[in-house]
């Protein structure tokens, strides 16, 4: 493919997402990095995972977003007694018009290509695992026959950072299947005295989809066709390097603060995030901005600060904070090039 022709489907890739933010932005209040993030993760084949205390229309968002892509939604609700096979499917037997039994496959709920996962920390371990092997693996095996799964498959599974009592949190390993973490946040004042004039208001909206299956798949084909310059990766790799206590490169505050670092799938996510960004505003490279711009939420979930942070009151955020200051930009001079903003 010419670049010219990139270039040409990249500008209309940016109008498609300000079609598609402008249909959101009919049910959804403020949220934009939120927004843009999903967007990101869904043109990059990746999963998310929304972080947020009840009541900030996580689920509203997601259902929204399903409401504008023409594919299959589904929506889990996760309980302590939710069974592998509920999210799987399951094998029933059958009777057919002879009257010849056979066993025949359910497919679960797994098997739509937006799949909402309410509350994932509200059930076992056992269950967990099921819905995360299928995110990884992207198919579904039972018995003997292995099912693949639709696409394009995007899983957003939400999880409520202040109820405790009666959860199961993620280990971090498989924490590690998300793209991104993101976490939401409250409104500001103006952002929810708009919620209520829109609830007041009480008018049904009927929002139109933008984008089929087929077209979710060519342009998750464009995103990964984004050029990305060496001294780009340099800095990616710089980036996830510094975040390693034990590495030569880390600076002082990880040494001081972080437990363990990430592994290269941050490096990857963060090439992948940043390709997104960049097509999404119609850019033929992406920038080391695009890279601090996924710093966070691809990297949110993949440090562990120590007591030492705690004490001192210093949030992971704080700490990825620092390190993008601490970690030195290359010269692209040196890679023949010249560095690119946003």
């Known amino acids: 493919m010419s670049n010219d022709r990139i270039s ?6 940016s109008q498609t997402r300000t079609q598609m933010i402008d249909q959101l932005r009919r049910v959804v209040v403020g949220q934009t990095e939120v927004i843009d993030q999903i967007l990101a993760a869904i043109f990059t084949k990746g999963h998310c995972l929304l972080v947020g205390v009840p009541g900030l229309a996580k689920t509203l968002m997601v259902r929204s977003m399903a409401q504008i892509l023409d594919v299959s939604f589904k929506r889990v609700q996760f309980t302590p007694d939710l069974m592998p096979s509920d999210i799987t499917g399951t094998m029933i037997l059958d009777e057919n018009d002879q009257g010849k039994r056979d066993f025949r496959f359910v497919k679960g709920p797994i098997f739509a290509s937006v799949v909402l996962a309410d509350e994932i920390n509200r059930t076992p371990p056992k269950t967990q695992a ?8 992207r198919n579904v095996t039972v018995g003997q026959d292995t099912h693949p799964l639709p696409e394009p498959f ?10 405790q009592e009666g959860t199961y949190p993620l280990p971090e390993a498989q924490l590690d299947r998300f793209m991104f973490n993101i ?12 919620i209520y004039m829109m609830i007041a208001k009480n008018e049904p909206v009927e929002l139109t989809k933008v984008l089929s299956g087929k077209a979710i798949v060519n342009l998750q084909k464009l995103v990964r066709s984004v050029p990305i310059g060496d001294f780009v990766v340099d800095f990616v790799a710089r980036l996830v390097r510094a975040t390693r206590p034990k590495d030569p490169s880390a600076p002082e505050v990880v040494k ?5 670092g990430a592994g290269p799938r941050a490096g990857i996510y963060l090439i992948q995030a940043g390709q997104a960004f960049a097509a999404m505003d119609g ?4 920038a ?3 890279i601090r711009k996924a710093a966070v939420p691809v990297l949110r979930h993949r440090i562990s600060t120590n007591f030492q942070a705690q004490a001192e009151g210093k949030s992971t ?10 970690v030195s930009e290359p010269e692209p001079a040196k890679y023949g090039g010249a560095r690119k903003k946003t």
């Not at 099921?130 to 693996?137: I, R, Y």
């Open 8 to 13: 040409e489907y990249l500008a209309q890739f």
């Open 130 to 137: 099921a819905l995360l092997q299928a995110m990884e693996e």
């Open 154 to 163: 995007f899983v957003i599974a939400t999880q409520n950072p202040i109820e």
């Open 183 to 194: 976490k939401v946040e409250y409104p500001s004042l103006d952002e929810e005295k708009r």
């Open 256 to 260: 001081k603060l972080i437990d363990w």
């Open 283 to 286: 850019r033929f490279s992406v």
């Open 288 to 290: 080391i901005d695009d």
């Open 317 to 326: 955020e704080d700490v990825i904070g620092e390190l993008l200051k601490a």
